[in-house]
Structures are given as structure tokens and as C-alpha cells.
């Protein structure tokens, strides 16, 4: 099923509604989230959901609340993995201060009347933290890959249109507003 649409988030400006409006499992990534941000204040959020050949739907919401990043994400089980139904929720929080980098990046297009158009919308956080993309010791094996950990999201005008697109570019001049500076 790829290529599934789903109902907007964009036009909700609170997570609790977008979630609902949004995810498959908003329970389950609302109880996630609740329970390590315990009523700090949401500053900004970004939410995906898509459906694979292979696992099903996979979900992420993405909140920042002025000193942290956390990243939920939904995951249905490939099958043989677990009973028919089986769902991975994971968690992970990021302290803005290991953010060493924040990067947009546009795609625009030209209308018939020469008005330009943001057609879609990348952004990355460069962490600080290693992403060893290969097995074996750097000395051992020549094909040895270590990269900064990186966090990226996407949006097009076909995955998710230009509300999600411009929220998404809001979220993204959000972080980069914040990181680097220090935490009180």
C-alpha cells in the first residue's frame, strides 16, 4: 500500500489533536510521550506515518520541548516476528545540546504565472553522537564507515502537502533557533 494518504495533522496546533487526527496508534504514542514529558510544554512537533510492503504502518512523532527531542516511533512487526497484530514503541530522547547541526533544504517550483512554490522540504540534525554504518575495527576492515548521527525529515506535496510541508519548515526553524545555545 504505498502511496496511502492519510488525514492531515497540519491544521491541529496542539500534539494531543494532530496524534489523534493523524496516527493509527495515538494512545500508544501520547502514553509514550506523556510519561517523559510529564506537563512540560510542547514547543513544536512533526509527525509521519507511512505503510510498507513488508511491516505494515510505521509511525514517528517528533517533540521539542525547548530542551530536548523526543522521538517516538511505531512500528508493526514483519510477519513471523511475534502474533499477528505485534507492534514495536520506542522512545528516545536527544538533549538539543548534542545538535550540531541543522539543515533545510527546499525543493521549489515555478507556477505557469512564475510564482514559486515549495514543493517539498528536507531538514536534518546532525548529532554529535557516532553512527558506525559497518561491522568490524576501522584498522581491520578498510570498508569501515563512522558518520555523525543524523535525525531527518521529509515532507512532499504528495506525502503529506503543504500544510505538512510548512509545519515541518516551522519545526525545523524551531531547533535551529535553540541549538547551540545554552541550557538553563
Known sequence: MPGSVFPDWSPYPDLDSAARAYL????????ALEGVLRGTQVLGF???????EFNGVWQEVVVCDGSRLLLWHGEDTAPGDGPPGSMISSLRVVPLSVITEVGCRRRLTRTTAGHLRVDSVDVYLLLSSLDESSNGHPLDDPQHVVRQDALRFGKT?????????????????????????PML
Open 24 to 31: 493509527r496508534d495515538p494512545e500508544v504514542a501520547l502514553e
Open 157 to 181: 506535496m504528495e506525502d503529506g502537502g503543504s500544510g505538512q510541508i510548512s509545519r515541518l519548515e516551522e519545526f525545523a526553524q524551531l531547533i535551529a533557533s535553540l541549538a547551540g545555545r
Open 46 to 52: 512533526t509527525l509521519e506515518r507511512f505503510v510498507n
